[in-house]
């Protein structure tokens, strides 16, 4: 049976040798990743340019490693005023949580994955700074208007009626 080991070595060498290269030439390719990768944190933000957060400290209550920080302030009238949102890059172990806890979908993992820098320094980075925080009443009167609009996009009533317009018919006199 030694022999059959070796033939079975050779096989799978030959079809190594054969495949061709499977590398990138990175700096100039890269590679395309999957949806699912998950790389740095970064906020999201309204069609306007306001951030999505609402100052509700679930993610920096979650996160495992406790890079998150939220500096915030509330006013007389509860509403809040985000003075810093930071995160530390290089010490993020990428796990998601904190984007899973969050109940407005105000941070998502990025597919960024050039991380690397020479200056520690910016490794921490302030995600968003000096804005105030969206309230739970303006994201439920953005998602209820994404909602009638996806429904007005599928309305029946407006596929019944154009079945209902008049069509010429051209036929056969035989």
Not at 58 to 81: F, G, M, W, Y
Not at 140 to 153: G, L, Y
């Amino acid at each position: 049976m030694w022999g059959f080991g070796l033939i079975n070595g050779l096989r799978i060498t030959m079809r190594n040798m054969l495949r061709g290269p499977i590398t990138v030439m990175y700096p100039y390719e890269k590679l395309e990743l999957p949806e699912r990768s998950r790389w740095a944190v970064r906020p999201v933000y309204f069609d306007n340019g306001d951030p999505m957060c609402t100052a509700c400290m679930a993610c920096v209550r979650t996160c495992p490693d406790h890079i998150l920080d939220l500096e915030v302030t509330t006013a007389e009238d509860k509403s809040k005023h985000i003075d810093r949102f930071s995160y530390e890059v290089g010490a993020c172990m990428m796990c998601g949580l904190c984007v899973e806890t969050c109940p407005f979908d105000a941070i998502v993992m990025s597919h960024e994955y050039e991380l690397a820098v020479t200056d520690p320094a910016k490794l921490s980075e302030d995600l968003v700074t000096d804005v105030d925080a969206t309230s739970a009443k303006r994201h439920r009167e953005i998602k209820a208007a994404a909602q009638a609009a996806t429904e007005a996009a599928a309305d029946p009533s407006a596929l019944v009626a154009d079945d209902a317009a008049p069509t010429e018919k051209g036929g056969d006199d035989a």
